[in-house]
């Protein structure tokens, strides 16, 4: 846990986040015992593996660190994360490399839909870095993403998790246009924490675009996810639920943090599983038609299952 250079990619040695390096440790608490995850060791676990080595892919579960590995792939579950590897911005608890990222891949589009098509996904999580580099910040990659996978794999759902598209007039309409099936963009922690956790980022903005995605296509359903464990109280947790209500999202996770090095954000608390289920149920009367809230809980971690649920509390709104 305590290492800072690349351990992931085929560049060793090099360091993934070169403006944390000077950085003095940031101790956490040990793990508890109810965070557990399955080693990643199986044959699903392998084939998964080498789909996406073969088209020379790159997934957010390895780039992050995720302690579901073992379980999603064995499933072969796999969020892909697009433009590359590398993110120009620096959050303090994400383990994705930072730095200035290179040319987008124009194949990658077809790459993508090819491995989905290979792995038999019902439906497929497509993130990426941050590409403020980028006038439109990556939409139209992430467009081409989406119409790509509707061609190879036309049963599929896709869910797109985005950037913030921050200062990108214009991006959030293309991606929007492209007609994901769920816009998912993660707000990670309360406001009060954005400085310290996502200071390249702002609350009312990430907000604002899941808001402007139901006012452009209301058939899309939206989501949102935070972190907690980073310091936030249990008050700024409900309020974050009214925000999002407030913007008509309709899915909400929540997880636990936990640090990818000593040199990422503490953990300042193992919030324990009965808190998670608390979280639910109220996040549940606040009118959200979806909530996953457990210690592993991520984004993407059943995401297939839960898009069927999602479209079934719908329908039984509508009913
Ligand atoms: S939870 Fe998401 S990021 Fe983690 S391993 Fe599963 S699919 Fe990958």
Request: one cysteine or more.
């Amino acid at each position: 846990m305590v290492v800072v250079v690349d351990t992931v990619s085929a560049t060793p040695l090099r360091p993934r986040h070169p403006e944390k390096v000077n950085r003095p440790d940031a101790l956490s608490p040990p793990k508890p015992d109810w965070i557990r995850v399955r080693a990643p060791n199986t044959r699903g676990y392998a084939d998964t593996r080498k789909i996406v080595k073969e088209n020379g892919l790159v997934t957010v579960c390895e780039e992050a660190g995720c302690p579901n590995i073992g379980e999603c792939w064995d499933k072969k579950h796999a969020t892909f994360m697009i433009m590359g590897d590398t993110c120009t911005r620096a959050c303090a608890f994400c383990n994705v490399k930072t730095g200035m990222p290179g040319a987008l891949d124009a194949l990658e589009p077809e790459h993508v839909a090819e491995a989905t098509f290979k792995l038999g996904l019902a439906h497929i999580v497509i993130t990426s870095v941050d590409r403020d580099d980028l006038a439109d910040g990556g939409a139209e990659h992430f467009a081409q993403t989406i119409r790509a996978l509707r061609a190879r794999c036309p049963t599929t759902t896709i869910e797109i998790l985005t950037p913030d598209f921050l200062r990108k007039d214009g991006a959030l309409e293309v991606v929007v246009a492209a007609k994901p099936d769920v816009f998912n963009h993660n707000l990670e922690t309360v406001p009060s924490r954005y400085p310290s956790v996502r200071p390249g980022a702002r609350y009312f903005h990430s907000i604002r675009l899941l808001q402007r995605v139901k006012e452009i296509d209301p058939a899309i359903f939206t989501k949102s996810g935070i972190m907690v464990g980073l310091g936030e109280e249990r008050h700024e947790v409900l309020q974050v639920m009214d925000d999002l209500r407030s913007a008509d999202v309709d899915f909400l996770t929540i997880g636990q943090y936990l640090q990818p090095t000593r040199k990422h954000h503490a953990v300042m608390r193992y919030v324990p599983p009965d808190e998670f289920s608390g979280y639910e149920k109220v996040a549940y009367t606040k009118g959200f038609l979806m909530v996953s809230a457990s210690p592993l809980t991520r984004s993407s971690h059943h995401a297939g299952d839960d898009f069927a649920r999602l479209q079934a509390a719908r329908a039984a709104l509508s009913r």
